[in-house]
Nanobody
Framework: QVQLVETGGGLMQPGGSLRLSCAAS????????IAWFRQAPGKGREKISCSSGNNGSAYYADSVKGRFTISRDVAKNTVYLQMNSLKPEDTAVYYCATDRLDSPWSGQCPLRETYYWGQGTQVTVSP
């Protein structure tokens, strides 16, 4: 059974840092693209970063470029999102997602289909 579980959210002051984790089970994520999304209150879901399973490339939305870093630890079957210089507008529920495992595009970013989702972790940035 494929599962993605996000952890690491919390309350942080502006300018602070948090590291989110997306732990995968039921499959080995080394060959698969994993993406991070977020959804702020009253807003649509925003794609913010993606880690390619094909070549290890990382992609970022302009809103987080230079502040967030995506990485993966194959041994721990986990993808991380290091978030630095946090701003109040980063407040949102953060989700990780991946494509169908049998998709021929499952290793590439952007995801062709967001088939598997985690339950999300809340990040609140406030003084």
């Amino acid at each position: 059974q494929v599962q993605l579980v996000e952890t690491g959210g919390g309350l942080m002051q502006p300018g602070g840092s948090l590291r989110l984790s997306c732990a995968a089970s039921g499959f080995a994520l080394d060959r698969y693209a994993i993406a991070w999304f977020r959804q702020a209150p009253g807003k649509g879901r925003e794609k913010i970063s993606c880690s390619s399973g094909n070549n290890g490339s990382a992609y970022y939305a302009d809103s987080v470029k230079g502040r967030f870093t995506i990485s993966r630890d194959v041994a721990k079957n986990t993808v991380y999102l290091q978030m630095n210089s946090l701003k109040p507008e980063d407040t949102a529920v953060y989700y990780c997602a991946t494509d169908r495992l049998d998709s021929p595009w499952s290793g590439q970013c952007p995801l062709r289909e967001t088939y598997y989702w985690g339950q999300g972790t809340q990040v609140t940035v406030s003084p």
